[in-house]
């Protein structure tokens, strides 16, 4: 497993995540100021964040493009990002029920 996953995680450099970031942790208050509410805050790669934004329907557009002016993406990105995705489903997966169970079966079989 270890040999089929080191090439799409190279040069990873540890950063602050939110932890829990999704579209209903994210809010915007009367004056538009957003805030990030909830967080499960520890180190690790920026694009588990995304990841996590992107599972359940994700966020505007102008979100990732911020996001990617300062952090850019590259080849790897998407394929990371489904990788780091499936963490989030297996938890699911354990919480909530079998309704989870064809999207981490796709990701083990694509990675694994």
């Known amino acids: 497993m270890i040999k089929k996953l080191t090439p799409f995680f190279q040069n990873i450099t540890p950063s602050l995540l939110h932890g ?15 805030f990030l509410i ?7 790669h920026s694009e ?9 329907g994700g966020l505007s557009e102008d979100f990732y ?3 990617h002016e300062s952090i850019p993406a590259d080849e ?9 995705q499936l ?6 997966l354990n919480l909530f029920g079998k309704s989870y169970y064809p999207s981490v079966i796709n990701l083990l079989k694509k990675y694994f």
């Open 76 to 84: 790897l990105t998407p394929y990371r990002i489904e990788i780091y």
């Open 38 to 44: 909830d967080p499960a805050m520890y180190f690790g």
């Open 87 to 92: 963490y989030y489903l297996l938890i699911h």
């Open 48 to 56: 588990v964040d995304i990841a996590m934004t992107k599972l359940f």
């Open 20 to 34: 829990d970031l999704w579209s209903g942790n994210y809010l915007i208050s009367e004056n538009d100021s957003p």
């Open 65 to 67: 493009k911020a996001y």
